[in-house]
T-cell receptor, first 115, second 112 residues
Framework: DAGVIQSPRHEVTEMGQEVTLRCKPI?????LFWYRQTMMRGLELLIYFNNNVPIDDSGMPEDRFSAKMPNASFSTLKIQPSEPRDSAVYFCASSPPDRGWTEAFFGQGTRLTVV | SQQGEEDPQALSIQEGENATMNCSYKTSINNLQWYRQNSGRGLVHLIL?????REKHSGRLRVTLDTSKKSSSLLITASRAADTASYFC????????????FGPGTSLSVIP
């Protein structure tokens, strides 16, 4: 398996623009997590899905952020409108059934820069 | 505030030496995990220790857990330059629905 695949790897956008980050989890995994990593705040859990259903979105910073998982092989994290403080590395991770809280497989991340 | 806090924030050692990193947490946990992150890459799972375990080994890694002190340590023996990375502890908390919280990490530099 190719692992968790995220796209794009790098994104530079202007403030106010819409940004969409994409994630393809490992086949067969039924947990999907979105994390954000910054120097100031470290690694923060934004939202997680189980069997395509959002379970906990309490980490989503504000209404400008939304996440979807239309099927087991695809998820998106959207920021609209984007702001400079959203600049961070965004990671997607997935876990196999019954191991959602024992081991997460991370993608390479998307480095987002909002100017 | 963070559930897990690593100590030290940064560590620099010579190749061949042992590296010890500590993690403290605040609330009851189901398990504690350690991850490694190489510069510019995603995190890689290293080892998991459950709340009813006290010590686990995996290759050159040794993890201990003291639930009475709410702390864990990661020991890397006979370090190599390739071990240079950031190391994070992640705690799976006992809540109504599970959640994993990552600490701020320890940056390890192994000098050849």
């Amino acid at each position: 398996d190719a692992g968790v695949i995220q796209s794009p790897r790098h994104e530079v956008t202007e403030m106010g623009q819409e940004v969409t980050l994409r994630c393809k989890p490992i086949s067969g995994h039924d947990y999907l997590f979105w994390y954000r990593q910054t120097m100031m705040r470290g690694l923060e859990l934004l939202i997680y899905f189980n069997n395509n259903v959002p379970i906990d979105d309490s980490g989503m910073p504000e209404d400008r952020f939304s996440a979807k998982m239309p099927n087991a092989s695809f998820s998106t994290l959207k920021i609209q409108p984007s702001e400079p403080r959203d600049s961070a590395v965004y990671f997607c991770a997935s876990s196999p059934p019954d191991r959602g809280w024992t081991e997460a497989f991370f993608g390479q991340g998307t480095r987002l820069t909002v100017v | 505030s963070q559930q897990g806090e690593e100590d030290p924030q940064a560590l620099s050692i010579q190749e061949g030496e042992n590296a010890t990193m500590n993690c403290s947490y605040k609330t009851s946990i189901n398990n504690l995990q350690w991850y490694r992150q190489n510069s510019g890459r995603g995190l890689v799972h290293l080892i998991l220790i459950r709340s009813n375990e006290r010590e686990k080994h995996s290759g050159r890694l040794r993890v201990t857990l003291d639930t009475s002190k709410k702390s864990s340590s990661l020991l890397i023996t006979a370090s190599r330059a390739a071990d240079t990375a950031s190391y994070f502890c992640a705690t799976a908390m006992k809540t109504s629905y599970d959640k994993v919280i990552f600490g701020p990490g320890t940056s390890l530099s192994v000098i050849p």
